[in-house]
């Protein structure tokens, strides 16, 4: 069992890897590809009118990741026939949720003047408006991701999901510099987004299908008390995205607000190179998910510690050791990455890594309450702490510039530390002390007592 649960996690691990590592050859190639074609102003444009329809992916409500939490305890427990019930129910809210809120938000779209609220001045009103339409059906296609990947985690088949998604995610992201590569319009580029992405969903349902038969799409088993027994935690856990838009996308457009597109270009940028650890440590998190559900669905609360400071010890020495790569390296990464045409903010640089330190001693550890539906005071916190950094943002970038923005993504770290490590001890029944003396042992990954709570 000890075998096949290290097996299981090396594979995750590994095909999770693969996700940043992508990630990261498109934004060191895309970057320079979008400065050359878009230039500067055109670019910034297009980071802040990308950055606004991210908010209509809040419209599931959260259904899609409770609903891979409850359907992995479910299967864990040998409820198949629960988990194609969770599986159907979240589908149908999903999709007829999203879609009504993305027609409301296409209709407004026509009546607002959003292209003067973002100051979009090379793109025409009649562009602007086509282009966040196309993106925002982007963002509905995104949404089923969620329900499709729930499938995949279910039934112990999370590698596979996740390498699927990855190379979806990837053409889709090189189908879109391809066609800047050849001059292609903004509106042309959200328009390909919208059909790889289109193709890779319908590729992905047709593979979990084959791998688990038992679970296809449908309305027969969908059920009302599924959709409210699961309605707190998925309400709840939409505060995640919601907090992540706020300091991603929301930070981005008040950046733009508060000091023009070129400072979007020089801020993205720069956060960018810097959210090369962030994904070490996604990567770490994400693997374990579906692991720590499994545990808990089996009662099993000594693996589920077990495999809690296994993740925490690995984030933080991988964290540590990109951190000090990019001290090292960054400077001269970003000025061949960029061809020198963005002037770095080195003060800004060197707070976001600090940022990144920070976040890695409280992320890893955020999966434990969410790993079983128990992660509601953890998402009022994040979406009280990311929703205020937005005006404090404002407020210091107009006194200190693009470095207000770093600190006001420093303060909501600081703020998740503390809360965040206590939720998580206390629901896997550790102590601090033992926990950081554990952090400073080799790490050892038991089957714990399968039957006990301990």
Not at 368 to 376: E, K, L, Q
Request: hydrophobic share 55%; glycine share 8%.
């Amino acid at each position: 069992m000890e075998t096949s649960l290290k097996q299981r996690l090396l594979h995750a691990i590994g095909v999770t890897s693969l996700g940043p590592v992508l990630t990261a050859v498109i934004q060191l190639v895309g970057v320079p590809v979008f400065l050359h074609f878009w230039g500067p102003r055109l670019y910034g444009e297009w980071l802040v009118l990308s950055a606004i329809p991210i908010y209509l992916g809040l419209t599931d409500f959260g259904f899609g990741s409770v609903a891979a939490t409850e359907m992995a305890m479910l299967a864990a427990r040998g409820e198949k026939a629960g988990a194609l019930s969770v599986f159907q129910s979240a589908w149908l809210l999903t999709t007829s949720v999203s879609l009504l809120i993305g027609l409301c938000v296409a209709l407004g779209l026509w009546v607002l003047p959003v292209e003067r609220w973002v100051h979009v001045t090379l793109l025409s009103g009649e562009q602007t408006i086509g282009i966040l339409c196309v993106l925002c059906v982007y963002v509905l296609l995104d949404l089923q991701w969620t329900v499709i990947v729930a499938g995949f985690r279910c039934d112990g088949n999370y590698a596979l999901g996740a390498l699927l998604g990855t190379v979806v995610r990837f053409a889709t992201s090189a189908s879109s510099l391809i066609a800047v590569a050849f001059y292609a319009s903004p509106l042309l580029v959200a328009l390909i987004l919208v059909a790889v992405r289109m193709l890779g969903n319908g590729i992905c349902q047709i593979v979990l299908r084959r791998k688990s038969p038992w679970l296809h799409y449908g309305f027969s088993n969908s059920r009302l008390n599924v959709i409210r027994r699961l309605f707190g935690p998925a309400v709840a856990y939409m505060a995640f995205p919601a907090g992540n838009a706020f300091i991603l996308q929301g930070m981005t457009i008040v950046v733009g607000a508060a000091l023009g597109p070129i400072a979007v270009v020089m801020f993205s940028t720069v956060r960018t190179l810097t959210r090369f650890a962030y994904q070490i440590v996604d990567v770490i998190t994400n693997s374990v998910w579906t692991e720590l559900a499994v545990a808990f669905g089996k009662g099993n609360r000594s693996l589920a510690k077990n495999i809690h400071r296994c993740a925490c010890q690995a984030s933080l020495g991988l964290s540590i050791a990109a951190i000090l790569f990019l001290s090292l390296f960054g400077v001269r990464i970003y000025g061949y990455w960029t061809h020198y045409k963005v002037l770095m903010d080195i003060n800004l640089f060197h707070l976001l890594l600090i940022e990144v330190l920070a976040n890695a001693f409280w992320f890893t550890s955020s999966v434990v309450p969410i790993a079983c539906n128990r992660h509601a005071r953890q998402a009022v916190v994040y979406l009280f702490a990311t929703a205020l950094s937005l005006p404090l943002a404002y407020v210091l970038m107009s006194w200190i510039g693009l470095l207000g923005a770093g600190i006001a993504l420093l303060i909501v770290d600081l703020c998740m530390i503390g809360y965040v490590l206590s939720h998580s001890l206390e629901l896997l029944n550790d102590n601090l002390g033992e926990f950081t003396r554990a952090l400073l042992r080799a790490p050892t990954l038991g089957t714990g007592n399968p039957g006990g709570s301990d």
